[in-house]
């Protein structure tokens, strides 16, 4: 009989191997999908890995992607850490890009581009911080389970979105499509590698990772999340202000998922519409989990799956294939990898 | 001896796992009709023996014989049809079915239709013969522990069990019910059943057991017999050392009072009142015993005192401070440490490391840390400390302290809280679940810091702890207290009676 045995620890090398191990047989279930689909797999895969990082150019594109996921994901490690589940960066990445996108439609276009772009980043911080408060309230005072208001918050703002774009903030040009008018070049993130789409907002991304990891791993609070995060009770009765502690992390979590909303429609977009890849926001839940909210990890993570993210768009065009065979091998290389994670606490055994 | 009368005979038995060997080379003959204690201190290997017998775990080596013949005992369903039954620490019972529907939940070969007259009948013909009584209708959530182990010890005998594997049953029980327990026992063994004892109380070993085998660090050291030995000599197998039961204790004459817990109710998460208008006073440099079965609102008390509850009504005084619902930090900080009674529950983080466990009570503070960044190299530093101070044996101070053992756990909690030089420790039930050393380690502090003027409240069930450390005893009953007595004038006895509600006469 076969059954499962409680690991007592688990080791450096299984942490890394098991993730990697289940990868390639994530992996090579999809290679299954892929030959039934009537594809060659390994032109396929082939051409995945040199769309995302085959040279500079395609590796950049990665990099785009990578910077949305690398700073809602620092944020996510933080919460998560203290056993609070934010699955709303999908509504606190949207609502950082409405508040920050206020000022680059209605300030005066000749706004000086310092001034204009510290408001929208503030914007951005603070429109996702609300909307990260909010249920952080809820939670503390009422004891209302985050996870869904943290999910229905995401609808609301796509609402709120949806209002805006198809009413007083479309662009009267636009041929009734909801559409903002275009940020002018003082509400764009400047680029910082030429030829390329990479921006300030990378430059935020890494520092955002690693003040994540300085607060988590060398301060009083940091030491207050981790202590909340694996026991509450230990907190209460350590003297730790629980309550205080949630709300700060929340506003923390919700403030970079909104800076990466910011950092879409400044540097990527250049205007706000209803489709700014707000999915980032749940991508990066699982790019926290497979870093073991580990932020120094993340930054492998988030460049894997924006990897996939912009190789899973090019691969489209030079294959021919649907975008939803890209989905279907992120699924799958997602869920080997999620369900091999019993395996870092138990481990298969055999019995007669 | 009488040979070949063996109920069950388990021979060189040795166990590994894959960090340890749990058990090595035991031999142990179980006679017809006896009790045979198995002592030992926890870790000793007692319960992997136990899962052994029981068909959990298989053995890595040795065989074990049943009425003389060989068996391979591969699943609990093994044990039952060999006729073990084995009496689990916590009850395996359905709170709202009655007593019978328990006993025909395991039942096996039952058909479809269930005759429940007829086991019924049966049932009662065991209760009688064993004076198990317990009504066979009665709902289990209706009944007293005491009543509930009666229950798990019907059903093991309806299943026909010759041999009855009892862990650790008087862990549960109040004094009195102890004594019946022991009753039981003695009827089964006369009407031939053979009984395995666990435990690691001495004094019911002496009371109760036949034989008794003594398990230490995976070996069996010893099978004697209870008139060959006396309770020191098989406390000495179990340690490996001559263990000090009895204390010194200085006289102290103390006036003055630390903290006085005026007229004081709290209420539990689910609005019932678990303390009901409790007035009572620590004086400096006294231990103050609060004895009471678990449940009857000590817990609770103490976590109002030390702000981790709501005291509803009543006014907490400390050293002349009002700290009547006042934060945890704010009375911690005012000089109260508390040792809480479920210590991975609430007094440790399991899955953070020793370092981040060991400085839960001081990394706010200036030697810890400054206004916002925490020195882990004080922490490391003030954690080996900790571990070289009070001996606690642990491999990696960085690893996740569920790792070390429920002694070593402790010792580091009790380091902790004792370390912040309070002027009152609360510690609830400081030694439950540690080695003979370790408590007498524990104890030894306490009486320490009593001498150092500093106040302590000792919640226990252990009478002979508190009657050994206490100053004064208050027994605790449903949230009131019965009496406050002197720990001198005072006898065992009283105390259990006055656990179950009776209030002394001369009051």
Redesign the interface.
Do not use: L, Q
């Given at each position: 009989m076969l059954y499962f045995e409680k690991r007592?620890?688990v080791s450096k090398g299984l942490k890394i191997s098991i993730p990697l191990v289940s990868l390639i047989i994530g992996v090579l279930f999809g290679a299954l999908a892929i030959a039934i689909v009537g594809i060659n797999p390994y032109d396929v895969y082939k051409s995945l890995f040199l769309s995302a990082f085959g040279s500079w150019y395609v590796f950049s594109e990665t990099l785009v992607s990578a910077t949305p996921l690398l700073l809602i994901t620092a944020g996510l490690i933080l919460v998560f850490k203290m056993g609070v589940w934010n699955i709303g960066a999908y509504g606190q990445y949207i609502m950082g890009a409405i508040f920050s996108s206020y000022f680059a439609i209605f300030l005066p276009p000749d706004t000086s581009k310092p001034l204009m772009l510290l408001l929208m980043f503030f914007g951005g911080l603070i429109g996702g911080a609300i909307w990260a408060i909010i249920p952080a309230i809820l939670k503390v005072f009422w004891e209302v389970n985050e996870v869904i208001t943290t999910l229905l918050l995401n609808y609301i703002a796509l609402y709120v979105l949806k209002f805006l774009m198809y009413g007083s903030w479309r662009n009267p040009t636009s041929y009734g499509f909801p559409l903002s008018k275009p940020f002018p070049d003082s509400a764009q993130l400047p680029i910082i590698f030429s030829h390329t789409r990479i921006t300030l907002g990378f430059v935020f991304a890494v520092i955002a990772v690693l003040l994540i990891w300085f607060l988590i791993s060398?301060?009083?609070?940091?030491?207050e999340v981790?202590?909340i995060g694996?026991?509450p009770?230990?907190?209460?009765?350590?003297?730790?202000?629980v309550n205080k502690n949630i709300i700060i992390a929340m506003a923390i979590s919700g403030a970079l998922a909104g800076l990466a909303g910011m950092v879409q429609v400044s540097g990527i977009i250049h205007f706000l519409q209803v489709k700014i890849n707000a999915n980032y926001g749940y991508t990066s839940i699982i790019v926290a989990w497979i870093s073991y909210l580990n932020p120094v990890m993340c930054f492998i993570t988030s460049v894997l799956f924006g990897g996939l993210e912009s190789g899973g768009y090019s691969i489209q065009i030079s294959m021919r294939v649907s975008y939803g065979i890209v989905g279907l091998i992120e699924s799958i290389a997602l869920f080997s990898i999620v369900g091999a994670q019993i395996f870092l606490n138990y481990k298969l055994r055999w019995?007669? | 001896m009488r040979n070949n009368s063996f109920a069950l005979k388990a021979v060189n038995i040795t166990k590994k796992f894959p960090e340890t060997i749990a058990n090595e080379g035991i031999n142990f003959f179980l006679e017809k009709g006896e009790i045979h204690a198995l002592l030992g201190e926890n870790g000793a290997g007692k319960t992997t023996f136990m899962n052994i017998l029981y068909g959990i775990y298989m053995p890595t080596e040795g065989e074990i014989y049943i009425n003389n013949k060989k068996v391979d005992i591969k699943s609990p369903l093994d044990a039952i049809n060999l006729g073990i039954g084995m009496i689990h620490q916590h009850f395996m019972l359905v709170d709202s079915l009655t007593v019978l529907e328990n006993v025909i939940l395991g039942l096996k070969n039952q058909g479809f239709v269930v005759d429940k007259k007829k086991i019924e009948k049966r049932l009662k013909e065991i209760s009688e013969l064993y004076a198990l009584d317990v009504s066979p209708d009665a709902k289990i959530w209706q009944l007293s522990v005491g009543e509930q182990q009666k229950v798990e010890i019907i059903k093991v005998l309806f299943r026909g069990a010759d041999i009855l594997i009892l862990d650790e049953p008087t862990a549960v029980l109040r004094p009195q019910e102890t004594e019946p327990l022991f009753d039981i026992l003695r009827k089964m063994k006369n009407d031939g059943k053979s009984i395995i004892f666990i435990t690691h109380k001495l004094d019911e070993v002496m009371a109760v057991a036949d034989k008794i085998s003594v398990l230490r660090k995976g070996k069996l050291i010893e099978t004697v017999d209870k008139s060959q030995t006396t309770k020191e000599s098989l406390a000495e197998m179990m340690v490996g050392r001559a263990v000090l039961f009895d204390f010194y204790k200085k006289d102290k004459h103390n006036k003055e009072n630390l903290l006085e817990i005026h007229n004081v109710s709290v209420d539990s998460e689910s609005g019932i009142r678990v303390v009901d208008n409790v007035t009572l006073n620590v004086k400096k440099g006294e231990i103050l015993g609060i004895a009471g079965i678990s449940g009857n609102g000590q817990q609770e008390l103490v976590q109002a005192v030390v702000g981790f509850r709501k005291v509803k009504n009543g006014k907490v005084v400390f050293d002349g401070l009002d700290i009547t619902n006042k934060s945890v930090r704010f009375i911690t900080q005012k000089g109260i440490n508390y040792i809480p009674a479920d210590r991975v529950g609430m007094g440790l983080a399991p899955n953070l490391s020793c370092v981040d466990n060991a400085i839960m009570r001081n990394y706010y503070k200036k030697k810890m840390s400054s206004n916002f960044i925490l020195n882990y190299k004080k922490a490391v530093e003030y954690t080996i400390k900790i571990v070289d101070m009070f001996n606690v044996a642990v491999a990696d101070i960085f690893k996740p302290i569920k790792l070390l053992s429920g002694g070593n756990m402790q010792k580091l909690l009790f380091a902790r809280e004792l370390l912040e030089n309070p002027k009152l420790l609360i510690a609830s039930y400081p030694t439950r679940g540690l080695d003979l050393i370790s408590t007498e380690f524990v104890r030894k502090q306490m009486l320490k810091v009593r001498d150092e003027d500093m106040s302590v409240i000792l919640i226990s069930e252990d009478l002979d702890e508190i009657l050994s450390i206490s100053d004064r005893i208050a027994v605790m009953h449903r949230g009131s207290i019965v009496g406050v007595v002197d720990a001198k004038n005072v006898d065992k006895n009283t105390i259990g009676l006055m656990m179950g509600g009776d209030r002394l006469k001369d009051e």
């Open positions: 007592k620890s060398k301060t009083k609070f940091g030491y981790r202590v694996d026991n009770t230990a907190a209460k009765y350590a003297g730790i202000n019995r007669k | -």
